[in-house]
């Protein structure tokens, strides 16, 4: 057997699109409080992967800072291997940063090892992404060799060999502990290892080291999953600009609809509900779900949905990045395209709002709601759910969009209410809220601002 | 008039907003006749209220009181009318407090019910039903002394709740009170209470919502606006009730524990006879009369202040200690008396330093007496023990310490409060200098991505800077006991400490101070602790009893100041730090007073007030110094004219610009915490003419108050250097003719000091001593000295390896054979080690001498076959033939034991590498000054003190010695990579000596070398 390894030491940089080589960029996982990955211009900066947050920023105070997600990393690693499955069957997944491909079954085909290896080159410039690989007789040694940065094409085992043995133990995938004790005997080196006869490991050492080796020395068949494409769709687009207005957001939707239209069809199936999530940089990202009581199988009539839904919502940042995910995939049947089977005629209130919820998402309905707020301008929101929040003053029902001035002279009956609050947004109000009741018997919000002038802010029915 | 009954200061934590001391002064400046400080469950900020108004002479009456809340439906304040309610508010605080966790409380029905003293102000609830129950309740258990408070807090709700009021009233028939349920005293505040209820309830002032206080109506509201909101009615009833409470925290009488003193004696007599047998055995039958006269004057001074008790705890202590051979020393005001020298307090000999009582204890000033006592730190706990067994838990408690907001964490909390993010608020406190005196924090978080003209950074910067200082919890003080008579709680109340069976009170030192409650310090000192153990091991090898009286009755020792002056005291006592060993040879000590003043210098307070190059200049010129008075010169002639030490600073307030004893005491207090309420300014015009008007000129004077200034929370007090210079003495003492057993001790009193067992055992052999590693047959569980033929050796103990225990050890050591272990195996199947220990005993090559070297070791180790039944004894195992290079051993060493005896990393690197230009720390002395030098060595500490803008003091260690070396700010930051990460570094520098032979590497060039070691690490061997 002859695998390849890639290891995609900086996978999450690579995915951002670097604009400019020389700023520096490291990825930093906050739980463990380590850099994870930096590009060239931050390590030339001295910034190395596995130093703590203080000494990168004491190093490089201009650097820009990416948080670590492994489900972002692994996400973009499906990618990859979705990519490379058009060029080789045989692949294995190690998330969220390596994959292994079998070659020799590929030689063959591709008539000779350099072939298929430019093929698989080309493919990952393609994609942008940074790499090192390994080339071995078993998945364990391609990755022992991939994390030496071996680099090399080998043709000859002999080769591997010797490429091998200059590995340090750390290159291998021996647990710290394994690699600890091993260090405080004296061995360093795999070469040292591989040297120790098997039963004297086997008298100091568990199974899995044994089996480690033997699978490095591929005296053992690999057990492993290979990768094949999900039935489930998922595909993402990072637009090289942001996106700060919906209309540009349609030829992204537009493309990724299309292609989970040719996904669907080359299985037979079909979904009811796209589901977009539309991300942003600093606020959590909105979700857009457009929903068909029917099947819809051409691009144009999702595209018709999907531009009604856009004219919905107001962009709250720009969008720097757009995925189309479909979980519910179903067989198609001849039952599938009668649009009028479970059609409901009784258009009750509540009926209506459960069929809106369900054609647009449950988060879409949403019930007027006096907010947590003492601010009485400040209430009109919604929230999703139908929920009476007890205050000690009444609200009135009707709210002036503006405050009109009050130009009469009405009996107090509740009040004074004061509200001196809101300093945190900006809107800071101080003023004394009432209830007046005008001479022809109309109930009115007033306040009094600071100012000791009169407004009407709202009417009780 | 009317009195507010209802306020929470913020030692109600993260709840009320305002200082005790705005709280009373605000109430004083808008009219209120009393203010009633009622905390929630506490009584901790009302000595500071106290203590304000007592300074400010305000004309307010305050009430102790405290808020409780039972449970959901009932809220009810305390207030103490007189002694006993204040002693039974003080022991339900108590109960309620020790029932629950540090920091919450539990309050018992039953606890409510067993008030019979105090005055009970209900809060009434929203819900009827519950309000009935309770009024029920209380009109069973509270009838003559329960009070109904009202309040208008304009929310919406006033009108239900006058209401309710109004129906409880007349239902069961309790007057009625106004109160605002004051949480801060300004409505500027209200902004604070709201970030302080948002970081209490972890969430941010966004999401308060409804929770928050709607409007600012919870202040001191002035007195024409309470008129307007209440009925004349229940305003009149609060001055009512205001006027029944009249206990004041004057009426605090410490009582002293009396069984200090045995039957027979009066407290006065038994002191005197104690006193009188000290004199006999410090002095043998012939005392000076000088020294009998100032004993005489300490002791009607002590009895004038009645201060007996005080002395005789202290007494009773340190009698203890001494009778249990644990090692101590007093310290502080009163410590240095002749009085204490003759109890044993203190080791210092009035002979020695010309001791003048009145500079310890002034009546004049009215402090109370200081005395810290020091014990050796690894057996304090037996005098605690001793403590709490004699006094009995319910009468010793530890005094507080009040954990207030600094910086970092105001920056944090409120930060996390406004909504900023967690990860960028950890950045920017990380990367913000707050040392850098040139640009103020505020402009720094400018360049950390925050910008300071949006709203939210303004008000992160505002509301940061409103509540640094604010309390944040109590803690417990270090060692600062308080004693009573009784039962403490009746005194104050008495809280769970987080250390399990600490109990705390509710006051902090300067509490304690204000009301005159005396605590007795009992202190930790792990210098007391090497000098015991020193002292043991000269006693075991010479037969000779050595001590801290008989080291400082041979007198000032040349030789040993010699070495003092050599800067070569790395292990010693206070004068072992970089600062302090390049001050050395500048200052050159060569009597007692030299060091007292030494220990002194070398603080940020001398520094900052540019006392340090003055005192150097005039000490070696020897010039005539003129002083504008004689005033002066007696107060600062021992100190060549410069203020050096804090009492000399008090001294010259009252002697130069008039300052009366309780003014003095203000201002030193004053100065302890300037940082924090910049209370110190309100003195500079006071200072300043006062001395315009004795006639001392302006210079003088200003310079007078910037060196107090620069003194402020940093001085030192010469009656503490005094007790510390004896200990330095005697560790230098101890380190120049007894250096083998002086390291022993240090090491086995490890951890303590400035030093790691690395640095002292790399300072030992370059003072030539052997020392030999941890070894299987040969060491104990702690180091010991080996005298070999003529040769003093250290043989490090077990104790340096990392992951041993010590009860497995000495099992180890009962069962070793007579000649030693012989194998491994052996080791194993006679002592029941588990495979870690072992595993640790063998990277630390403590099988060296009977299983080879530590792969060796470790390879039979790891063996796990052999220790089956069915194949024991047999040991047909493949050994291992893998030689660790010198460089392993050495790494190996640090990774199991933090030392390595055999090898110095530069010297490992020189092995490998021809390095004829670096110069190594010995070969410094011949250079020329100016030269330019290249140093090589590890990097061991890297400082950058406070009191040097930009500089960092870098040490560099190689196997000659240690070198300091300077690097400015730009150099740093020009060349950030090496500067810091290396762990082994180049500096190519210019080479400074002072005069003195102080010698500075000024760096220029810094090159990181720490993979020179690394390759070192490369292995090259085979199996065989």
């Given amino acids: ?461 | 008039m009317v009195a507010e009954l209802v306020c929470q200061t913020n030692f109600s934590f993260l709840h009320g907003a305002s200082d005790p001391e705005e709280l009373v002064n605000t109430a004083a400046f808008l009219g209120y006749s009393s203010l009633a400080i009622t905390d929630e469950c506490s009584v901790a900020g009302v000595v500071r209220a106290y203590a304000e108004i007592r300074r400010n002479n305000l004309p307010l009456h305050l009430i102790v009181g405290s808020l409780f809340r039972l449970n959901e439906s009932l809220s009810v304040v305390l207030l103490c009318p007189d002694k006993k309610a204040y002693a039974e508010l003080c022991r339900i605080i108590t109960n309620a407090r020790r029932r629950s966790e540090k920091g919450s409380y539990k309050l018992a029905e039953w606890d409510l019910k067993s008030v019979k003293h105090c005055l009970l102000l209900w809060l009434p609830d929203r819900n009827c039903d519950n309000n009935q129950y309770w009024g029920n309740w209380l009109s069973k258990h509270y009838a003559s002394r329960c009070y109904l408070a009202g309040s208008r807090l304009l929310n919406g709700s006033d009108e239900s709740h006058t209401e309710e009021v109004v129906r409880l009233h007349k239902t069961f028939n309790f007057p009625v009170v106004a109160s605002s349920l004051v949480l801060f005293h300004h409505i500027d505040r209200l902004p604070v209470q709201q970030i302080l209820q948002a970081i209490d309830t972890s969430s941010t002032v966004e999401k308060l919502g409804l929770a928050a206080q709607s409007n600012a109506e919870r202040c001191l509201r002035p007195i024409a606006k309470m008129k307007k909101l209440f009925p004349a009615r229940w305003l009149e009833n609060t001055v009512s009730v205001a006027r029944l409470c009249q206990f004041s925290l004057d009426e605090l009488k410490y009582q002293y524990p009396s069984e200090v003193v045995p039957d027979g004696y009066t407290a006065s007599t038994y002191l005197r006879h104690c006193v009188e047998a000290g004199i006999k055995k410090r002095f043998g039958e012939t005392l000076p009369a000088e020294i009998r006269q100032t004993i005489e004057k300490e002791m009607a001074l002590i009895s004038e202040q009645q201060y007996e008790y005080f002395f005789l705890t202290i007494y009773d202590v340190v009698q203890f200690a001494r009778a249990k051979g644990i090692l101590y020393q007093g310290r502080g005001s009163a410590a240095n008396s002749v009085v204490c020298y003759c109890l044993e307090i203190t080791a210092v000999d009035p002979r020695q330093i010309d001791v003048l009582f009145e500079r310890f204890i002034s009546k004049e000033r009215d402090e109370p007496p200081d005395i810290d006592v020091d014990f050796e730190h690894q057996r304090r706990e037996e005098v605690i023990q001793y403590i709490y067994s004699k006094y009995g838990r319910e009468r010793t408690a530890l005094a507080a310490t009040v954990i207030s907001f600094r910086f970092k964490s105001a920056f944090r909390e409120v930060g996390k409060a406004l909504g900023f993010a967690e990860s960028q608020l950890d950045f920017v406190i990380k990367n913000i200098n707050r040392r850098d005196r040139t640009i103020p924090w505020q402009s720094q978080i400018a360049e950390l991505g925050l910008d300071p003209t949006t709203l939210k950074v303004r008000q992160l910067i505002y509301l940061v800077e409103e509540i640094i200082g604010f309390p944040r919890h109590l803690s417990q003080h270090v060692g600062g006991f308080v004693i009573s008579a009784g039962h403490l709680y009746e005194l104050v109340p008495v809280e769970n400490a987080s250390m399990a069976d600490r109990t705390v009170i509710q006051w902090d030192k300067d509490d304690l101070e204000t009301l005159g409650l005396l605590k007795v310090d009992v202190l930790a000192l792990g210098m007391l602790s090497a000098i015991q153990r020193t002292f043991k091991i000269i006693q075991q090898s010479t037969g000779f009893p050595v001590s801290i009286p008989f080291i400082t009755g041979l007198g000032d020792d040349a030789q040993v100041y010699d070495m003092i002056g050599n800067a070569d005291t790395v292990g010693v006592f206070q004068i072992e730090s970089r600062a302090q060993m390049s001050m050395l040879p500048r200052l050159r000590p060569r009597k007692y007073y030299d060091l007292v003043v030494q220990i002194a210098i070398v603080r940020p307070g001398p520094i900052q007030g540019d006392m340090v190059h003055p005192y150097l200049k005039r000490r070696k010129s020897g010039t005539k110094i003129a002083y504008p008075s004689a005033d002066v010169e007696r107060v600062l002639g021992r100190t060549m004219g410069v203020p050096i030490f804090q009492e000399q600073v008090i001294q010259l307030a009252m002697v130069a610009a008039g300052f009366t004893g309780g003014e003095a005491d203000q201002l030193r207090r004053a100065m302890a915490s300037w940082k924090k309420n910049g209370r110190l300014n309100l003195f500079r015009e006071k200072l300043i003419n006062g001395m315009l008007d004795k006639g001392y000129d302006s210079d003088f004077a200003t310079r007078l108050f910037d060196q107090i200034k620069g003194f402020s929370g940093y001085g030192f007090p010469e009656s503490h250097s005094a007790s510390f210079a004896v200990l330095a003495y005697v560790s230098c003492w101890l380190k120049y003719y007894f250096p083998v057993e002086f390291y022993v001790g240090l090491l086995n009193s490890w951890p303590m000091g400035f030093y790691t067992p690395s640095q002292l055992l790399q300072d030992a052999k370059r003072h030539n001593i052997t020392i030999r590693p941890v070894c299987i047959n040969h060491s104990q569980w702690t180091h010991q000295m080996i005298i070999d033929g003529h040769e003093k050796t250290i043989r490090l103990g077990f104790c340096l390896v990392k992951g041993l225990n010590e009860d497995v050890i000495s099992n180890l050591l009962s069962l070793r054979p007579e000649n030693g272990f012989t194998s491994i195996e052996q080791v194993r199947s006679s002592v029941c080690l588990s495979a870690d220990m072992v595993e640790a005993l063998a990277s630390a090559d403590a099988f060296s001498s009977i299983a080879g070297n530590r792969y060796q070791a470790r390879w039979q180790i790891m063996d796990k076959q052999s220790e089956l039944p069915l194949f024991a004894g047999q040991s047909d195992a493949e050994q291992l033939s893998l030689i660790p290079t010198d460089a392993e051993n050495m790494l190996e060493d640090y990774a199991s034991t933090s030392v390595s005896v055999r090898h110095h990393p530069i010297e490992m690197i020189l092995k490998t590498r021809h390095l004829p230009a670096i110069s190594f720390a010995k070969q410094l002395t011949d250079k020329p000054d100016k030269s330019v030098v290249h140093l090589l060595g590890c990097v061991t500490c890297r400082q950058a003190p406070g009191t040097a803008t930009g500089v960092t003091f870098l040490t560099l260690e190689d196997h000659t010695g240690n070198t300091n070396v300077v690097i400015w700010q730009s150099t740093a930051r020009h060349q950030k990579q090496p500067y810091l990460k290396a762990t082994i570094l180049q500096v190519d520098g210019i080479l400074e000596r002072s005069e003195e032979g102080v010698i500075h590497v000024i760096a220029g060039k810094l090159t990181d070398r720490s993979d020179w070691l690394e390759t070192l690490q490369v292995p090259s061997r085979d199996f065989h």
């Fill in chain 1, 1 to 461: 057997m002859l695998w390849a390894y890639f290891h995609f030491y900086q996978l999450t940089i690579d995915s951002g699109g670097e604009k400019d080589n020389t700023a520096a960029v490291i990825v930093y996982e906050a739980k463990t409080n380590r850099v994870r990955q930096c590009n060239a211009a931050a390590s030339s900066a001295g910034v190395a992967v596995g130093m703590g947050m203080a000494q990168a920023a004491a190093l490089c105070q201009s650097v820009s800072v990416i948080d670590y997600c492994e489900q972002r990393e692994a996400h973009r690693l499906m990618a990859l291997a979705n990519r490379l499955y058009q060029a080789a069957s045989d692949i294995v997944t190690f998330t969220p940063d390596g994959l292994a491909l079998r070659l020799d079954p590929l030689i063959r085909y591709y008539e000779g090892l350099e072939n298929i290896w430019q093929v698989l080159v080309n493919e990952l410039n393609a994609a942008k992404v940074k790499y090192a690989f390994g080339v071995g007789w078993s998945i364990e040694a391609a990755k022992t060799l991939a994390m030496n940065k071996a680099n090399q094409l080998f043709h000859r085992n002999e080769q591997i060999r010797q490429a091998l043995s200059a590995c340090p133990l750390s290159a291998t995938e021996l647990t710290d502990k394994q690699r600890n004790a091993l260090k405080r005997v004296g061995i360093h080196s795999l070469q040292q290892l591989l040297d120790v006869p098997a039963s004297e490991l086997g008298r100091r050492f568990d199974n899995t080291l044994i089996s480690y080796l033997c699978a490095l020395r591929a005296e053992t068949f690999p057990r492993v999953n290979y990768y094949s494409p999900p039935d489930t769709f998922f595909s993402l687009i990072e637009p090289s600009y942001e996106i700060s207005h919906t209309e540009q957001l349609l030829p992204f939707m537009r493309n990724l609809t299309d292609e989970f239209l040719t996904f669907a069809r080359l299985r037979n199936r079909f979904s009811q509900q796209l589901c977009f999530s539309l991300c942003f940089r600093e606020i959590p990202s909105m979700t857009l779900t457009v929903g068909s009581a029917a099947p819809l199988f051409k691009v144009k009539q999702w595209e018709s949905l999907v531009s009604l839904k856009l004219e919905q919502i107001v962009l709250p940042a720009p969008v720097v990045k757009l995925t189309l995910q479909v979980d519910e995939l179903e067989d198609v049947d001849e039952q599938t395209s009668d649009f009028f089977n479970n059609r409901v005629h009784e258009f009750a209130q509540k009926q209506l709002i459960s069929r809106l919820q369900a054609r647009l998402g449950e988060s879409v309905i949403q019930y007027p709601y006096a907010g947590d707020d003492f601010r009485p301008d400040q209430l009109s929101s919604f929230q999703q759910n139908n929920v009476k929040v007890e205050r000690h003053h009444p609200l009135p029902c009707v709210s002036l969009l503006s405050p009109a001035p009050l130009d009469e002279s009405p009996h107090i009956e509740y009040g004074p209410v004061r509200i001196q609050t809101g300093w945190w947004d900006g809107n800071t109000v101080k003023r004394d809220y009432y209830i007046g009741r005008t001479d022809d018997g109309r109930r009115l919000h007033l306040y009094r601002d600071s100012a000791g002038a009169w407004f009407i802010s709202g009417m009780y029915c």
